[in-house]
């Protein structure tokens, strides 16, 4: 079984600055997309930013120049340092992730339980 845990989140004035974290755990062989979703109250539940294996990203247009995406493959574990924070940027956010875990042939994806994130002043 994997699990991912979603870590960072709080309250942040317009223009601050939070890093949200998430760690994979448990029986994994392989992580292949770890991406972050959002979803605001009475929304659907978008993607914010994505990033490969091999280290390919991409933004929403939204958040592009603001939001950085990286991970640490050794440790398993995707970053969202989100900067100029607006209050728009609130929502719960939802790290996701496509793993093949140890004795599978084939991979499937999980996510998180969020973590709130709240731009308010």
């Known amino acids: 079984q994997v699990q991912l845990v979603e870590s960072g989140g709080g309250l942040v004035q317009p223009g601050g600055s939070l890093r949200l974290s998430c760690a994979a755990s448990?029986?994994?062989?392989?992580?292949?997309?770890m991406n972050w979703y959002r979803q605001a109250p009475g929304e659907q539940r978008d993607l914010v930013a994505a990033?490969?294996?091999?280290?390919?990203?991409s933004y929403a247009d939204s958040v592009k120049g603001r939001f950085t995406i990286s991970r640490d493959n050794a440790k398993n574990m995707v970053y969202l340092q989100m900067n100029s924070l607006k209050v728009e940027d609130t929502a719960v956010y939802y790290c996701?992730?496509?793993?093949?875990?140890?004795?599978?042939?084939?991979?499937?994806?999980?996510w998180g339980r969020g973590t709130q994130v709240t731009v308010s002043s």
């Open positions: 996701y992730a496509v793993v093949r875990a140890v004795a599978s042939l084939t991979a499937r994806e999980y």
């Open positions: 990033t490969g294996s091999g280290g390919f990203t």
């Open positions: 448990g029986s994994i062989f392989s992580i292949y997309a």
